[in-house]
C-alpha cells in the first residue's frame, strides 16, 4: 500500500495523516462470439484511494476491506436472485453504484467525525513516519505509540542530533 503522508485543516484546527493509495492489474477472459467462439484477454486496473485521519492506515485498510465483502456479497445475492426475478437485475443495477458511493462515504464521514490521531501538539514533536535509509533511522529514532498516536518530545531530538553531530 503506497502512504503518502498529508497536512492540512480539518475540525478544530490543523490535522495530519495518510492517503492510501493502490492499483492492480486485473486480467480476465471475455469470449467473443461469432460463427466460432473466439477468446480475448483483457486487463483492467483495480484502484483504491482513502485517506486515514482518525485510524492508522493499516486499521483503515482493514475496515474498509471488511465493509466492502459484505457491499460484495450483497451484490452477488442480487445477481443470483436476478436468474429467477427479473426485478433484482433492476435492484442489482441501481444498488451497484449507489452501494458503493454509501461505502466511500461511510469511510469518509467516519474519518472527518472520528477524533483526529496525528494533530499537532505542543508537549513534543510528532513522528509519523521514517524513511528506511533515511536520516530519522541514522540518528535511532524509535517511534513510539503514546496516546495513540507518534510523539518525541523537542528535548530528546536535540539530544540525538547532537550526539550524532557526524551525520
Known sequence: M????????????????????????????IFVNGQIIYPATIVAIL???????????EKKSRETAGILSIFSIILIIFAKLSMNYEIFKYIGAIFSP???EIV???GQKREENGKYLFKPSPQGLKILDVL?????KK??????????FFKWKQNILRQRCRSNSKL
Open 132 to 136: 528506511p535509509g533515511g536520516i530519522g
Open 139 to 148: 540518528i535511532e529514532f524509535r517511534i513510539r505509540r503514546y496516546n495513540s
Open 98 to 100: 449507489l452501494g458503493h
Open 2 to 29: 503506497e502512504n503518502s503522508c498529508i497536512y492540512g485543516k480539518g475540525r478544530g484546527g490543523n490535522c495530519r495523516g495518510f492517503t492510501l493509495n493502490r492499483f492492480w492489474p486485473v486480467p480476465f477472459i
Open 104 to 106: 466511500i462515504k461511510i
Open 47 to 57: 484502484g483504491y484511494g482513502d485517506y486515514a485521519l482518525a485510524n492508522y492506515p
